[in-house]
């Protein structure tokens, strides 16, 4: 399976979401390749940095940040049982092949109605990849939530009959994400019994259960 996480908008956890679901599904013993296809190189650097650290490597990090990403990645997924593709804010070229790259397209949204306008130019390319991959699955994310909030739960109501619906699985805004991305670390290896290690594996699941 081929997992994408994408949206032109930044800074809505892109990177964290598909470090840790790579972990999470690591730790149950698949085979996990996470492709670096922002410019940025966030996933490499935090990569890096767990290396760096000692910290022991549960799956692979590669840079691919070309519009040929799309042929590549079939030949990754040979060889794993899930590639995970952290995709680039506003490179539409980037974007395009990434969606054509995937089984299942996840797109990280946090609970403001400005992050919703942000995405239409998202649907727009992932209705384009549609004419070519029918069978595309697509999915919102709830991501940093803050604890009790209404507007979290106005949002989730709000696409609950959009097109692409939004997943059950809400993950918080919490302090152990930003330690993790500054140390190499995922919320499991600082904490296993927390509520972020809690949020993410029942992410894992859900988004794991959209692919026969």
Do not use: Y
Not at 65 to 83: F, S
Not at 123 to 130: D, G, T
Not at 135 to 143: D, E, H, P, T
Not at 200 to 208: D, K, R, T
């Amino acid at each position: 399976m081929i997992v994408a996480l994408l949206n032109q908008k930044g800074g809505v956890g892109k990177t964290t979401l598909a470090l840790h679901l790579a972990g999470e599904w690591s730790r149950e013993g698949k085979r996990v390749t996470v492709i670096d296809a922002d410019p940025q190189g966030s996933a490499l650097d935090w990569s890096a940095q767990r290396a760096k650290e000692g910290v022991p490597r549960l799956f692979g990090v590669l840079g691919l940040a070309r519009d040929t990403l799309h042929r590549e990645a079939p030949d990754l997924a040979r060889d794993a049982d899930h590639v995970i593709i952290d995709g680039p804010p506003r490179v539409a070229g980037l974007l395009r092949s990434a969606l054509l790259a995937a089984d299942l397209v996840l797109i990280p949204a946090q609970p403001s109605p400005f992050d919703g306008w942000a995405s239409a130019e998202m649907l727009r390319l992932l209705e384009e990849a549609r004419i070519f991959r029918p069978q595309l699955v697509a999915r919102f994310v709830l991501n940093r939530c803050p604890a009790r909030t209404v507007i979290a739960r106005e949002t989730a109501d709000g696409l609950a009959d959009h097109d692409p619906p939004v997943l059950a699985s809400r993950v918080g805004q919490r302090v152990v994400f930003a330690h993790a991305a500054r140390t190499g670390k995922l919320a499991s290896d600082i904490d296993i019994a927390s509520a972020a290690t809690r949020e993410i594996a029942s992410l894992a699941a859900e988004v794991e259960a959209l692919i026969p």
